[in-house]
């Protein structure tokens, strides 16, 4: 293992040179990529020096999403005590079902849990777990939320027409979920948004009614912190007094924007997050932690443990069930995801966390202010958002975006909303600094003069 250990921190090396060289990878098109690197697993082993290299040349080929140039999706950079942690949990190797098998690490797991309930308003009581992502903390949430509606679904399966609520800007696995959970993706209504992409609870409420009249039985509302594309907040307070109105669950989705609730700065924009039932936050987006790092809270213990639980005397023979997590998990075998938040949080405190959060709007304020005062450029988001939304000289933003990586200048991905599509940059990597956001225009624009321009010229 220590021979191991040590090529680690060679391979280590070699990427951190690469990703500073070359922060955009060369794309190699799946046509190519079983030719161009040695991916073949075969009867006979390799030793280890063909194994080095061919890791090396994987190293250079993969995506760099830790790289000055990324912009692409919701997460982002590398923090290094949060990876020292996830590294360490690598190392344990213990699954977090029982107190037995994995000690202090339920502990861990259990007072991350215990102060994001307390940062989002909850009371003394609540609970959660750790889920492999901000999907599944969804689908557990619509779980919990069906089973407090009718207690005999666990047993007897689904008999009523149920039907639950998300706005139209709302993340996909929503639907996916409504699938998957056998309660069909018929079943799930998609309130509108105003301009900025924040559900209206006037339509809520007369899509609630709309389905109750015709027999149908409401029961679950999902709420998003940060949507998808805009990176809006939905209004909790008003959702809330629907959902009170008709005995509905209220699900908040943070995956993208709950953090938010780590800093004094931003927490306004989550504000009466503690009227919900349950919410979501994914640490591996704008806490910057590693891959994947979903934590989902509710209100209701007992429902988590109602809706999860299931006897196993194979498993369960030691402890109180409070440190037996496999009785309110997802899974059985379950990875620590818990150890890279717990690492970084303990090494920076709560300010420090906050900080991260910060720096995000304030490089995305950075960008908008970049944009506003540029006539080639159109602004399509919001202020208090980390999604900059724009295009620049009318330029089709797939075409755009796709020829900036293909050329490896930058990586970043391209949204719509309404009947706009426009780039989506997203400032939440954490290596960024403000002359990365300002490289990235220059990036852009460089590349749209030089190539782009003499493309559709000629
Ligand atoms: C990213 C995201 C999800 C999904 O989280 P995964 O960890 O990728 O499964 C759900 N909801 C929102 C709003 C998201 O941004």
Known sequence: MR????????????????????????PIPTSELYDRLDLSLNAEGCIDNDLKATLKAIIKSTPKTASRSFFNQLFGGRIGKATLGDLLAVMFNNSMYTYKVAGPQVGIEKQVIQ?????????????GTFAPGGSMSNMMAMIMARDAKNEDIRAEGL????????????????????ALTGLGRN????????SKGEMLAEHLDELIQN??????????????????????????????????????????DGAYCGGVIFSRNYKHLLSNLQLSDSFSVNAHKMLGTPLSCSIIVTQHKAQLHHSFSNEADYLYQTDGDDFNLGKTSMQCGRRNDALKIWTLWKSVGTLGLEKIVDKQFEMAQIA????KNNKDYTLYSFDDSISVCFNYKDIPAK?????????????????????????????????????DVLAFFETLETFVAEKMLKISAT
């Not at 102060?115 to 609970?127: F, K, P, Q, R």
């Not at 039907?163 to 979920?177: M, V």
């Not at 990586?411 to 426009?422: H, K, R, Y």
């Open 211 to 252: 389905d109750i009249s015709n027999g149908y039985t409401p029961f679950f509302v999902n709420a998003t912190a940060g949507t998808t594309v805009l990176g809006a907040f939905d209004d909790v307070e008003s959702i809330s007094k629907v959902c009170k109105r008709y005995g509905l669950w209220l699900h908040v």
């Open 399 to 435: 075409d755009l975006c796709t020829a900036l990586y293909e050329h490896s200048k930058l990586m970043v991905g391209f949204g719509s909303f309404n009947n706009d599509e426009f780039v989506r940059m997203v400032t939440i990597n954490s290596v960024l600094e403000k002359e």
């Open 368 to 371: 908008r202010d970049y944009i």
């Open 3 to 26: 021979n191991d250990i040590a090529l680690f921190s060679e391979l280590c090396e070699t990427l951190f040179q690469n990703e500073k060289e070359v922060p955009v990878a060369e």
């Open 115 to 127: 102060n994001i309930c307390a940062l989002a308003g909850y009371h003394e009581e609540s609970d």
């Open 159 to 178: 008999t009523p027409k149920m039907t639950l609520y998300t706005s139209s800007a709302s993340h996909y696995s929503i639907s996916k979920n409504a």
């Open 187 to 194: 079943q799930v209504r998609l309130v509108d948004t105003n």
